[in-house]
């Protein structure tokens, strides 16, 4: 394994294809740039200025330091060798040169150290924030995982602690929810699961051109049949509409957003899914005739953890916080943005996706 001050020296001096291909196409314009110029002076005073430029943009867009000091060393020479009289030969006496050469590799090791320490805190920033994420959806996990495994546990053992004294209809009863508490924990692991698989990285994801009219029947399909008892109107285009996505993901979206609104709508009993295009994205949007979000939550709604709901609420086993969290970072995966919002009745939830401009079929 190697050391850390192995690791140091990796990370302050990288190798990269990427960035060597920076160093010589960068370097390459420069000295095609000398070369016009002089056809229209024959001086070179602008030489070393074009080349330390040059060498500035070199520190600025690679990894580390070693990039930036090779493209000094070879700006130095290329300078003497090339664009210095005498011409296609060293001259190291010239007035200057070591100035030159002191500048160039200043520029380089000045600039390398800001651009590295600039990626330094992004990535320590980015640490930050996978981990705050990762304590707030441990924190949601342990609330929301809680209370339906004790209520389990709790109807397991008066079932069988009372065999004989409960009517059917008390056990029926108890064993339905059993059933529902169960249910529900098998869509919050496969929630856990969506998140695992991204990973917050977007290229994890398998994108598909895929018809979001379909997608959209597939999730009206499945939510009524898990609340035969909301109705539910879709809403989609009139012209066939192609979007980039991993299906399984968005429907999983939907499918989160039509449950809390059913869950935590309270009294809800109609829910509209939406489908539009919105410029260059497709818009989906899921509303419902329910009570609403509490205004206190809205700016943490997609934070993955929302607290307790409070005793006087209708489902406070069953936070709203995990579901949204992994919408979030579904949505965000895709590039696309979710959002919600009150309305006068009920609350809309929305999000889009990027759309190819040839997906869209007239």
């Not at 809800?268 to 419902?288: K, Y």
Request: hydrophobic share 45%; aromatic share 6%.
């Amino acid at each position: 394994m190697p050391s850390p001050r192995l690791k140091k020296l990796r990370r302050l001096f990288p190798l990269s294809l990427r960035d060597c291909g920076i160093t010589l196409l960068v370097l390459a314009g420069a000295a095609l740039i000398c070369t016009l110029l002089r056809f229209l002076d024959d001086g070179d005073v602008y030489v070393s200025m074009v080349f330390l430029l040059a060498v500035l943009v070199i520190s600025r867009f690679t990894s580390g330091y070693l990039y930036g000091i090779l493209a000094s060393l070879l700006s130095v020479f290329g300078v003497n060798y090339v664009f210095t009289y005498p011409y296609f030969a060293l001259n190291f006496t010239i007035s200057g040169y070591p100035l030159t050469f002191i500048s160039m590799l200043a520029a380089s090791v000045l600039t390398s150290a800001m651009t590295t320490q600039g990626k330094e805190r992004q990535r320590l920033q980015m640490e930050s924030e996978r981990e705050k994420t990762r304590s707030n959806l441990l924190r949601a996990v342990s609330h929301d995982l809680r209370t339906p495994l004790t209520s389990i546990v709790g109807s397991a053992s008066a079932v069988l602690d009372n065999e004989g004294l409960l009517s059917p209809a008390e056990v029926r009863e108890l064993l339905t929810g059993v059933r529902e508490d169960a249910q529900w924990l098998i869509r919050m692991v496969e929630n856990l699961l969506s998140i695992t698989r991204i990973g917050g990285e977007p290229a994890a994801l398998s994108k598909q051109p895929e018809a979001a009219e379909e997608v959209l029947a597939e999730s009206a399909r499945k939510f009524t049949k898990q609340f035969p008892g909301i109705s539910l109107e879709v809403s989609a285009p009139r012209e066939l509409l192609i979007v980039p996505m991993d299906a399984i993901l968005i429907e999983q979206v939907l499918g989160n957003l039509m449950e809390n609104a059913a869950l935590h709508g309270k009294t809800t009993t109609h829910i509209c899914l939406a489908l539009a295009r919105q410029g260059d994205t497709a818009l989906f949007s899921v509303e419902d005739d329910g009570q609403g979000i509490p205004p206190e939550k809205l700016p943490l709604l997609f934070e993955g953890y929302l607290g307790d709901s409070g005793p006087g609420e209708a489902d406070g086993k069953r936070s709203m916080g995990i579901g949204l969290s992994v919408c979030q970072t579904i949505i965000a995966a895709h590039g696309g943005c979710l959002t919600a919002q009150n309305l006068p009745q009920g609350a809309r939830l929305q999000f889009t996706l990027p759309l190819e401009q040839e997906g869209w079929e007239e």
